[in-house]
Each structure stands twice: as structure tokens, then as C-alpha cells.
């Protein structure tokens, strides 16, 4: 979205105390905390931790399924009734929580930096940055790819104690900048993620490019799980200005002087049909898709998420 002159507030406060933010996690409070793995830790905090399924085998206590034995496969695997049963050797397995693999791709283009205590490309980093924590906190590898018209900065999968850190300062020096191409991102991603992963894209869709919902479905053609968090200011979402207002491109030089009044209801109906497009290309691609506002609490929207409640 454009930025509109003279519509937000102020850009700073003091420092929140634990007692307000315990009661309130909305980006007013959030913009109170000069830290982001403050902000970070404040989400997580109100949120539930989640527990992931992987697809590899191994040996748990929770059986998956049957296969017939082939030399080599462990003995003490066989299971004996199904042989009494079938008159065949039958390898019990079993399903195991192996190390996760979890690409966080975040749009840090220009129309990111809209909006105000709270921009959506700081709430987009908390975001990132809670998910991360939780990943690590699960002994998971959290990797993160910031991109614009193209990937600018990019911290592969770690598993060790001191990664998320090193993720975490990535994301505090992310700065809105250049236009949006979510297709040149993915592509990109495609050529870092080798084996199935989890790939949770966070953008506000304004995609120059127009490439980003294909790819979206390719990304979830080659197996892996893909969400979209469709971040989108309140101010996108309602178009709140009552009086003229000129309106400057983030991601452009161009600006427009507007009636907010006289176009509402016609810019009202066109926003909806562009959402719309988004999460029906996602429901076709089986992505997971969730509309957020930054007027949103962060730690609902995480969640949502650990409980598998997203729109699919």
C-alpha cells in the first residue's frame, strides 16, 4: 500500500512494563519494546508451544506401518503374529521426531514498511523471529531468507544453541527496500531446500513480478508443507482516511492525491478480490493460508498455527 502523509502516530514510546504487556500484546504494545528478542520472547510466552510429525522412520514407541522384510532390515523388527497370520515376514516401523527443517521467507520490500507504532515488516520479524524460537526450542533448524526483488539476505538451517541469536540479529537489521517479486524468491528457495521441509512465507502479496502463487504451488508440488501468512496493515484493510490525502508509493516515485471518501466502497470491493485470489490459489495448492492484520495479537496468530487451524 501506499504511505498515506500525516496518517500515522507517533514512531516511539518508553519502554512498556511486564504487568501492561502481560495484559496486551498488540503492535502498540510491541512497538513499546526497544528488543526485539524481547517482543519475541513476550509472544512465545502467550502462545502455546507445538510438537511436529516427520514422515522419516526410525525407532519410536508409536508404530506407523508394515513392510515386507528385505535382507538387511533389523530382526527384532519382525513381527511374528503377522507371519502366524500371513505366512509372510512383516517389519513393524515406526514413526520418529527427527530434526525439522524450517525456511522462514520474509518480504522486506518497500510497501513492508508501511504503518505505524508498529510497521508490518516489524511485526513480520517478531513473527519470524517467535516461530524461529519455538523451532529452536524444539532442537529444530530454523533458516531465514529476507527478500525484495530477490533474496538479500539469507541464514541457512542450524540446529546449534547459538543459531537463533544469529537469526535473530538477521532479522533486526532487515530494512524495507526495492519492490516485491515473491516468484524470484521462491525459486531461489528452491534451489537452497534440497529434502522436504516446512516453508512458512510471510508477505503482503504486492507481487510486481506475478509469479508468486504459481510457484507457491510448485513449492508445495515437490512435498513441502507450505504456509502463508498474508500480512496486511489495518489501514489496507479499511481505508480509514476522511480527509484528502496523498498517497506515495513505497515500492514506486509515483504519488496521488485522494478523496478517501469517494472511493472507499469501489477500493473496499478491490481489496477483498485480491485477497480472495490469494487464498484461493492457496486452497487449490493445498498452502496453508491466514490473513493477519497488524492490528492482530502475535501470539493468537502463532497459535492458530501450532493448533492447525489455518485454511487450507
Do not use: N
Not at 512465507?201 to 504451488?217: P, W
Amino acid at each position: 500500500m501506499s504511505q498515506a502523509q500525516g496518517a500515522a502516530g507517533p514512531t516511539g514510546a518508553p519502554e512498556a512494563t511486564a504487568t501492561a504487556l502481560d495484559r496486551q500484546l498488540d503492535a502498540a504494545a510491541l512497538a513499546r519494546l526497544a528488543s526485539l528478542r524481547l517482543r519475541v520472547r513476550r509472544v512465545v510466552d502467550g502462545a502455546l508451544a507445538g510438537l511436529h510429525r516427520s514422515r522419516h522412520h526410525g525407532a519410536s514407541v508409536e508404530f506407523a506401518e508394515h513392510k515386507e522384510y528385505a535382507p538387511g532390515d533389523d530382526l527384532r523388527r519382525l513381527d511374528w503374529k503377522a507371519l502366524g497370520k500371513f505366512d509372510r515376514y512383516y517389519v513393524r516401523e515406526y514413526e520418529d521426531e527427527t530434526e525439522l527443517r524450517a525456511y522462514l521467507l520474509l518480504d522486506c520490500s518497500g510497501s513492508m514498511g508501511y504503518g505505524r507504532p508498529l510497521s508490518k515488516l516489524q511485526y513480520a520479524a517478531v513473527l519470524a523471529g517467535s516461530l524461529a524460537y519455538l523451532l529452536s526450542r524444539q532442537r529444530d533448524s530454523p533458516a531465514l531468507a529476507a527478500f525484495a526483488d530477490d533474496v538479500i539476505s539469507y541464514v541457512p538451517p542450524r540446529g546449534r544453541s547459538t543459531h537463533l541469536a544469529v537469526l535473530l540479529r538477521a532479522l533486526d537489521a532487515l530494512r524495507p527496500v526495492g519492490s516485491t517479486d515473491v516468484g524470484r524468491a521462491i525459486e531461489r528457495l528452491m534451489e537452497l531446500c534440497g529434502r522436504r521441509a516446512v516453508v512458512t512465507v510471510i508477505s503482503d502479496m504486492f507481487d510486481t513480478g506475478g509469479r508468486g502463487l504459481a510457484l507457491l504451488q510448485r513449492l508445495r508440488a515437490r512435498g513441502h508443507q507450505v504456509v502463508l501468512f498474508h500480512l496486511l496493515h489495518q489501514d489496507e484493510l479499511t481505508l480509514p482516511f476522511s480527509q484528502l490525502t496523498r498517497f506515495e508509493a513505497m515500492e514506486e516515485t509515483r504519488h496521488l492525491l485522494v478523496d478517501p471518501a469517494g472511493v472507499r466502497q469501489a477500493y473496499l470491493r478491490e481489496f477483498e478480490r485480491f485477497c480472495q485470489q490469494v487464498r484461493g490459489a492457496c486452497r487449490e495448492a493445498q498452502v496453508a493460508y491466514r490473513r493477519v492484520s497488524t492490528a492482530d495479537r502475535l501470539d493468537r496468530v502463532l497459535v492458530e498455527l501450532l493448533r492447525g487451524r489455518l485454511a487450507a
